[in-house]
């Protein structure tokens, strides 16, 4: 009789004690991982080999893991304050656009350095260069497939097939038709960016 109320002791102890693991564990991944909110104070500024553009009343957009997380406007010397909580984004890409000036990529970051960083993006970008010279991709990191913008008024092409215009793409080139010619010189086909 004891041996039977010792191992049902026993057996009930085991139970209760795996229930409270499996509570806590529910409690422990119930709960999010509070995270502070970044404040970045930003510099647009004109690349000193392109002059071409301005910096004022700019809209910079923040997107992270694709999704915009925020967006702002310039000030006359290009100075903007962007604000927002991040939520386990892999990466941050910051581009700008306005009057005349099509979506651009300015800059792409995988984490920032503090909770208020300051950070100078440049007009067009910067472009870094592989070991073989060829430009690649702030995003991906990488040249395969990056093409070269060609600027025209009529660079579309209509498709019958399709029954639309199509952009043409040829030897590591693609058009884009526009009256005003860009500042971006490239596109990236994997993230589909200009830069």
Do not use: W
């Not at 073989?132 to 991709?137: A, M, V």
């Not at 030897?171 to 010189?185: D, L, M, P, Q």
Request: include cysteine.
């Amino acid at each position: 009789m004891k041996l039977n109320h010792y191992i049902e002791n026993k057996i009930r102890m085991r139970l209760t004690f795996f229930i409270l693991i499996f509570l806590l564990t529910a409690v422990i991944v119930s709960f999010k991982v509070a995270t502070n909110p970044i404040k970045i104070t930003g510099h647009l500024k004109l690349n000193p080999k392109d002059t071409s553009s301005y910096v004022g009343g700019m809209t910079i957009i923040l997107k992270g893991d694709n999704k915009i997380l925020t967006q702002t406007f310039t000030d006359k010397k290009g100075n903007f304050e962007l604000t927002f909580t991040p939520n386990a984004e892999k990466s941050f890409n910051f581009f700008c656009y306005g009057l005349s000036v099509d979506t651009l990529l300015v800059e792409s970051v995988k984490t920032f350095e503090s909770d208020n960083p300051e950070m100078n993006f440049y007009i067009p970008a910067s472009r870094k260069k592989n070991s073989r010279g060829n430009t690649i991709c702030p995003i991906c990191n990488k040249a395969d497939k990056i093409l070269i913008i060609d600027y025209g008024m009529f660079a579309s092409k209509y498709s019958k097939k399709e029954k639309k215009f199509i952009t043409e793409v040829s030897k590591g080139h693609i058009n884009a038709e526009t009256c005003i010619v860009g500042i971006a010189s490239f596109f990236c086909e994997r993230d589909k960016v200009k830069f």
